[in-house]
Nanobody, 116 residues
Framework: QVQLVESGGGLVQPGGSLTLSCTVSGVNVTTYDGHWFRQAPGGEREFLATIVSFTTVTDYANSVKGRFTVSRDDDKNTLHLQMDNLKPEDTAVYYC?????????WGQGTQVTVSS
């Protein structure tokens, strides 16, 4: 059974940093494109970042480009999202995801709140 578990969320002041982790079990995450999304209250789930399988090739939404960095730890089967210069509008539940076959798999999400 494939499971994705996010961690690392919390309360941070504007301008601060957080690193989210997504621990994957049941599959080798290296063989999948890894994705991060977020969903703000009342909003739709928004794509943030991708890291391509077997590579360090990444892609980002314009809203986070230059502030967020996606990475993968192959030894720990984990995805990371380093978030810098956080803004109040980054407040949301953050999700990691992989696509297995025709199905997109999600973690349970981790809350990030940016507030002074």
């Amino acid at each position: 059974q494939v499971q994705l578990v996010e961690s690392g969320g919390g309360l941070v002041q504007p301008g601060g940093s957080l690193t989210l982790s997504c621990t994957v079990s049941g599959v080798n995450v290296t063989t999948y494109d890894g994705h991060w999304f977020r969903q703000a209250p009342g909003g739709e789930r928004e794509f943030l970042a991708t890291i391509v399988s077997f590579t360090t090739v990444t892609d980002y939404a314009n809203s986070v480009k230059g502030r967020f960095t996606v990475s993968r730890d192959d030894d720990k089967n984990t995805l990371h999202l380093q978030m810098d210069n956080l803004k109040p509008e980054d407040t949301a539940v953050y999700y990691c995801s992989i696509r297995e076959g025709g199905t997109r798999l999600w973690g349970q999400g981790t809350q990030v709140t940016v507030s002074s």
